[in-house]
């Protein structure tokens, strides 16, 4: 009997201890990790810089609360914001669903519109606001209460005809930068370009949920410079703190401007140990050229897999789905049993592929090899 509240499907894996891109299972058996703990860990897992940096925060502030200036947080929105020439500032939160609160609440505010566009195939989180804008309806039905009518508007993932729903009764438009839940999903050429402009058109404001996308993932360190847009806000979750619980809301100047105390605020956010881990993993993310590894990380994956007959590889860096004939619960076991693990999707037949950035040559063989074999089992 488990103490726990059941809410999670889990793998039948017991974890015990976590090294680089390998996971080690009470029975002993080690596993390579191409999930990356759902897109969180990009220097893998008991990164000894990381540990230094946590270790070195806990003894100079463990914590504080924001009601005093922390030169590190100051360092952690710099890291936060990298080469960015169109957002000025950082708000930290505590994670992915909480950095997407903040960024509506900003769009609502600043906008005084109530209604928020998002595509019908993206995932937001599973707090009140973030649900309420997720598009997929799986979702959105386990909401407690019934959101009001013009709280939420619908449009189809690179539908151009749907930009007409955007008009000026709409506070902001929030986009999954490639919607992963719904299985990795591409946007047609310029489909973002003609939705910023369609925003800037109605007075809308653009808002990047990066929460998965972000932090170099999608081999640019924002997954909106793929696309060539400027969002108004951005958010960041998942990759940010190296598997230290953190998020933030990235803006523009304007938005910093019309901002005011407390306009937000939470007790937990921007905590120096959780700055202190945003900073050392920018610094090695940058040092030791990451970014550039998760393109080319995609670029192998794509040139061995997508010959394969009925296989497809969409995606960009380490934000990879995988669709292929067979179910992904069925692709899913196969990989364990070659003890590799990988990430399902609300698509049928498509897995994800989330890997650390640090995965080396031999390790991305080394899962390619076993996709490739257990692709070809005998059903
Ligand atoms: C795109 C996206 N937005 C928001 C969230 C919610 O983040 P969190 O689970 O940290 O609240 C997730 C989590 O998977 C996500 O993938």
Redesign the pocket.
């Known amino acids: 009997m488990s103490s726990l509240l059941d809410v999670y499907p889990r793998l039948p894996l017991k974890l015990v201890s976590a090294r680089g891109c390998w996971l080690k299972t009470d029975a002993g058996r080690s596993l390579l990790d191409l999930y990356g703990g ?1 897109a969180v860990s990009p220097l893998g897992h008991a990164h000894p810089e990381l540990h230094g940096a946590l270790i070195a925060a806990h003894d100079t502030v463990d914590f504080y609360s924001n009601s005093v200036h922390m030169p590190i947080q100051e360092r952690a929105a710099s890291a936060a914001l990298a080469d960015s020439q169109h957002l000025s500032w950082a708000h930290f939160v505590n ?4 950095a ?1 609160e903040a960024a509506l609440h900003l769009a609502r505010r600043f906008t005084s519109r109530t209604c928020v566009v998002s595509f019908d195939c993206s ?4 707090s009140l606001g ?1 649900l309420a804008v997720t598009g997929i309806e799986g979702y959105r039905k386990r909401l407690s209460v019934e959101t009001p009518p013009n709280w939420r508007r619908g449009i189809r993932f690179g539908n151009r005809a749907d930009l007409e729903r955007i008009d000026d009764s709409v506070a902001a438009v929030i986009c ?1 930068s490639i919607p ?2 719904a299985g990795v999903l591409m946007p047609p050429e310029g489909w973002y370009p003609a939705l910023a402009a369609r925003c800037r058109e109605v007075g809308a404001l653009l808002i990047f ?1 990066e ?2 996308g972000g932090v170099g993932r999608c081999g640019r360190w924002f997954a909106h410079q793929l696309f060539g847009v400027e969002p108004d806000l951005v958010t960041l ?2 990759g940010l703190g190296g598997g230290f619980p953190v ?1 933030a809301v990235l803006g523009n100047p304007e938005l910093a401007r019309w901002i005011g105390h407390g306009e937000l605020g939470t007790t937990f956010g921007g905590g120096p140990m959780a700055c202190a881990m945003i900073c050392a993993v920018s610094n090695i993310i940058q040092r030791e050229q990451l970014i550039e590894r998760n393109r080319c990380t995609f670029q192998r994956i794509h040139g061995a897999l997508s010959p394969l007959p009925g296989v497809s590889v969409r995606g960009a860096g380490a934000l990879i789905g995988l669709e292929t004939p067979l179910p992904a619960s069925e692709l899913r076991q196969r990989l364990l049993s070659r003890s590799v693990v990988v990430g399902s999707s609300g698509q049928p037949n498509t897995v994800r592929l989330l890997p650390p950035y640090v995965l080396s040559e031999e390790e991305l063989e080394l899962g390619i090899s076993a996709i490739i074999d257990a692709l070809g089992e005998p059903s």
Do not use: L, Y
């Open positions: 759902h994670s992915g669903t909480e997407n995932f937001h989180g599973r973030s999954e992963s839940i949920d929460v998965q979750a998942k998020g």
